[in-house]
């Protein structure tokens, strides 16, 4: 079971970045899938997840609007667009998958992203 963050890096205020997790050695579209981040010295939060089909996302207060979580099950691959970034943006950038029922759930490795002039 893999799950692997790409697509971080160093972005400007007001930049974008869009973040990619592709998944592998499950069954992807029988997990909900969330992007999580911990920046230095504060707890990991939940930023947003998707639905199995994609139809059906959710966002935290602090990105809502800015953010945009979506899916492709036929790549095996969740996105994360971030638009509009801050400062306080700056994390590492996770990805988690649960499956629907069973709740196992998996981490991947982490994508650094750093939001600075």
């Known amino acids: 079971v893999q799950l692997v963050e790409s697509g971080g890096g160093l972005a400007q205020p007001g930049g974008s970045l869009r973040l990619s997790c592709a998944a592998s050695?499950?069954?992807?579209?029988?997990?909900?899938m969330k992007w999580y981040r911990q920046a230095p010295g504060k707890e990991r939060e939940l930023v947003a997840s998707?639905?199995?089909?994609?139809?059906?996302?959710n966002y935290a207060d602090s990105m809502k609007g800015r953010v945009t979580i979506s899916r492709d099950n036929a790549k095996n691959t969740v996105y994360l667009q971030m638009n509009s970034l801050k400062p306080e943006d700056t994390a590492v950038y996770y990805c988690?998958?649960?499956?629907?029922?069973?709740?196992?759930?998996?981490w991947g490795q982490g994508t650094q992203v750093t939001v600075s002039s």
């Open positions: 998707v639905n199995l089909v994609g139809d059906s996302t």
């Open positions: 988690h998958a649960r499956h629907y029922i069973l709740g196992r759930t998996y």
């Open positions: 050695g499950f069954t992807f579209s029988s997990y909900v």
